[in-house]
């Protein structure tokens, strides 16, 4: 049974750092890009970051660019994302995601085959 497994979220301060973790267990993810995704009550799930299989290309959404970093750990079967200068707007239910078929790395939610449950963020202003 593939799972992915988030850990690392909390409350923090605006101003403050977080880093959340993903463990990969049932299978190997390390021909697989991945991504996070954010949802905020009320809203749709969002795209936050994504890295493709080797590590070597990332790509960022344009309210998280230069203050998250996504990296991972392929001899691990993990991905982490670094959170500096968190924001009120970051607060969100973080989502760890994996390709199903080996590929690109993607911005949208629909080519991800493979869900974490989520880890809260919560940041206070």
């Known amino acids: 049974q593939v799972r992915l497994v988030e850990s690392g979220g909390g409350l923090v301060q605006a101003g403050g750092s977080l880093r959340l973790s993903c463990a990969a267990s049932?299978?190997?993810?390390?021909?697989?890009?991945m991504a996070w995704f954010r949802q905020a009550p009320g809203k749709e799930r969002e795209f936050v970051a994504t890295i493709n299989s080797s590590g070597g290309t990332t790509y960022y959404a344009d309210s998280v660019k230069g203050r998250f970093t996504i990296s991972r750990d392929n001899t691990k079967n993990t991905v982490s994302l670094q959170m500096n200068r968190l924001k009120f707007e970051d607060t969100a239910v973080y989502y760890c995601?994996?390709?199903?078929?080996?590929?690109?790395?993607?911005?949208?939610?629909?080519?991800?085959?493979?869900w974490g449950q989520g880890t809260q963020v919560t940041v206070s202003s």
């Open positions: 995601a994996a390709r199903a078929l080996v590929g690109r790395s993607s911005q949208s939610k629909y080519d991800y085959g493979y």
């Open positions: 049932g299978r190997t993810f390390s021909g697989h890009a």
